[in-house]
């Protein structure tokens, strides 16, 4: 052992009492210069003949060189510790050297070789990532991989969301992503442009349908007209609308188109041709009328100017033609609505006509004659209108569930049973045909060899459209299937 006082401030691998190093023993045993090497009285040995020992100057000349107290030899701390364990070479790695008469040469030999440079760079990359100068290798592949997961993820998403829209909507994959208008479709022409200049004759054709300033203004104008029935349509197909509100919201519609600014006000008409005049203008089309028919009586021949042309002829006619519509698919009931005057808000006095009307109504589903039916009828009237039982009489129900709970099945059953009937008569068959219509959209013939998974979710996605679907828990769900060749599930 070496005969000062002076040791090597960097722990002594090859002694006994040591264990595995830690990572701090190897920090310390790379960065930590032995600077008092020259103080330390080396013990002597014979070498070549001659007595010999290890030299100071050494560790300052050799940065990597380190001293073992316990085997009395120098080895190199690079080597050692990252060299590979079975090709490493016999000095200076696997055992300390302790044949001084011939160090200068194999120190010589070994801070040359490949392997030493190798150890050395290992080396500066390990006390790199310890001080905090770089990241170890395992977290900058969990980084790049995590980094890899997030872009696939991001493409997938956009795509899971595509198909989500387009199944939503019931139109092909081929749009990005859904706009606030209709009139966002008119940026197909400069597709349909780039398919008719390669060649395609049909591309052409849809151009010039959709660049014509009678599509734009016709659009523009249903557009507009069908967004007010938006919010009836919707309550219509609710499973719990009745007749009699949809009778009643009918006429709030009716009322909007036939008396409000819809078609009496100009300034209403005024700002969709403007808004049909740019939209025209992005597609370079010249707002027109069409050519005059003469003397052919029949087809639209209003005089005027292109926008008063297009009031008279197309927006004015559109609008009467909805509320015919209304009229007749809603408030004729043909019978139907007749039962709405045993309502107690509704009755004015249930005349005898009226009860004569609802039994003429409802015969084929009373199993009482009329003369039951009217004394019935009667007593009910009397129920709510005489005012000496006002004290104990509940207040008039507003809906027809309420005043069905009031008409007691023991003392007006026939009532009760017409007032039930007209709940459940249904206001359309909405709910019932839609999973028919929507089947009949998706599986169209260009579709014919749709399977049933395919079929069943898409049509799901059409009808449930309102939902919300997670375009994440898609791409997780699909992830986790199966192994995939893309990475979509991050490293923690």
Excluded at 288 to 295: I, K, N, S
Excluded at 326 to 339: D, S
């Amino acid at each position: 052992m070496a005969s000062s006082c002076v040791y090597p401030p960097y722990p002594d691998v090859f002694a006994s009492s040591i264990q595995p190093l830690t990572d701090a023993q190897k920090f310390e045993l790379l960065s930590t210069p032995w600077d008092e090497a020259h103080c330390c009285s080396f013990p002597s040995r014979f070498s070549g003949g001659k007595l010999r020992k290890a030299q100071g100057v050494w560790f300052r000349t050799h940065s990597w060189l380190r001293y073992s107290i316990s085997k009395d030899g120098v080895y190199c701390a690079p080597c050692f510790l990252f060299g590979d364990q079975v090709a490493r070479s016999k000095y200076l790695t696997r055992e300390p050297f302790t044949d001084w008469c011939n160090f200068s040469k194999i120190v010589e030999r070994h801070s040359k070789s490949q392997c030493h440079i190798d150890q050395l760079i290992a080396a500066e990359n390990y006390l790199a990532v310890l001080k905090g100068q770089k990241k170890d290798i395992e977290c900058t592949i969990s980084s790049q991989f995590n980094a890899m997961v997030e872009k696939n993820r991001q493409i997938l998403v956009s795509i899971v969301e595509t198909i989500i829209l387009c199944g939503q909507q019931n139109i092909a994959l081929r749009g990005h992503d859904e706009s606030s208008s209709n009139f966002q479709a008119l940026t197909v022409v400069t597709t349909l442009d780039r398919l008719a200049d390669e060649g395609d004759t049909k591309a052409a054709v849809h151009k010039l349908s959709v660049t014509n300033f009678e599509f734009i203004v016709t659009l523009v104008a249903i557009e507009h007209l069908l967004s007010a029935l938006v919010p009836l349509s919707n309550m219509l197909q609710a499973k719990d609308c009745d007749l009699l509100h949809a009778a009643n919201d009918t006429r709030v519609v009716m009322v909007f188109f036939s008396t409000h600014a819809e078609r009496n006000d100009d300034e209403v008409w005024n700002s969709l041709f403007q808004k049909a005049v740019d939209i025209a203008g992005d597609v370079e089309v010249i707002p027109a009328a069409p050519r005059r028919y003469g003397r052919q009586q029949n087809l639209p021949n209003a005089p005027g100017n292109t926008s008063e042309f297009w009031k008279r002829n197309m927006y004015l006619p559109f609008v009467d033609h909805l509320l015919v519509e209304l009229e007749t698919r809603l408030m004729q009931g043909h019978g139907r609505f007749c039962a709405q005057k045993l309502l107690p808000l509704k009755n004015d006095g249930l005349p005898r006509e009226s009860i004569n009307d609802v039994y003429q109504a409802f015969q084929a589903c009373l199993d009482v004659d009329k003369t039951i039916f009217v004394r019935e009828c009667e007593r009910w009237r009397q129920w709510w209108t005489d005012a000496t039982l006002a004290v104990n009489r509940p207040a008039a129900p507003a809906s027809l569930a309420e005043s069905i709970t009031l008409a007691s099945k023991a003392l007006y059953p026939s009532i009760r049973h017409c007032l039930t009937l007209l709940m459940v008569m249904p206001v359309s068959t909405a709910t019932a045909e839609r999973s028919f219509s929507v089947m009949r959209r998706v599986k169209t013939y260009l579709r014919s060899t749709m399977g049933t998974e395919r079929l069943s979710g898409l049509g799901l996605m059409n009808v449930y459209r309102d939902r919300k679907i997670s375009a994440e828990r898609v791409v997780d769900k699909f992830a986790n299937q199966q192994n995939r060749r893309l990475a979509f599930v991050f490293k923690v």
